[in-house]
């Protein structure tokens, strides 16, 4: 189970607050430019080779544009497979130290679903999976380097 500890207010991350100073100077540069910002890259330890990306997206219903993600990954010489990922969260109540009745409880968010889609090599919507299953998928990119066959350099 992975939990990350949260406190309420915008922009606060498990790392602490979120600064946005970078992306809010870009914005300063005009409408003219695109800047993206990419939420996760898998990459093989051994080689480096690029395995997978990601683009996630808290779970409200509605569908994030994804061309760009998609593009990368068509383009890149590692055809990585690329996806995007809702997820949604919950609370988790925990009691830290249960011999100070009150006061060692700690409310902690946790992964709930996992709502991934396919995008490249070939969209496939993966329906609503469980935080382990997820991970499974995440675990299979990995087989498909070269290492595991005993040829990544």
């Not at 800047?35 to 990601?54: P, Q, S």
């Amino acid at each position: 189970m992975s939990i990350i500890l949260t406190v309420e207010g915008p922009n606060r991350e498990r790392t602490g607050w979120r600064d946005l100073t970078y992306s809010l100077w870009h914005r300063t540069l005009g409408d003219d430019l695109l800047y993206i910002d990419l939420d996760g890259i898998e990459v093989c330890r051994k080689c480096r080779r690029i395995l997978l990306l990601a683009e996630t997206a808290y779970d409200t219903g509605r569908v994030k544009p994804t061309t760009i993600l998609e593009r990368l990954a068509r383009r890149h010489a590692d055809q990585p497979e690329a996806y995007l990922v809702h997820w949604t969260a919950k609370d988790v109540r925990l009691e830290i130290c249960p011999q100070f009745r009150g006061t060692g409880r700690v409310t902690v968010r946790e992964l709930e679903t996992i709502r991934p889609t396919l995008l490249v090599p070939k969209r496939n919507a993966l329906g609503t999976l469980t935080p382990r299953e997820w991970g499974e998928i995440i675990r299979a990119c990995y087989s498909k380097c070269d290492h595991v066959r005993r040829r990544c350099s």
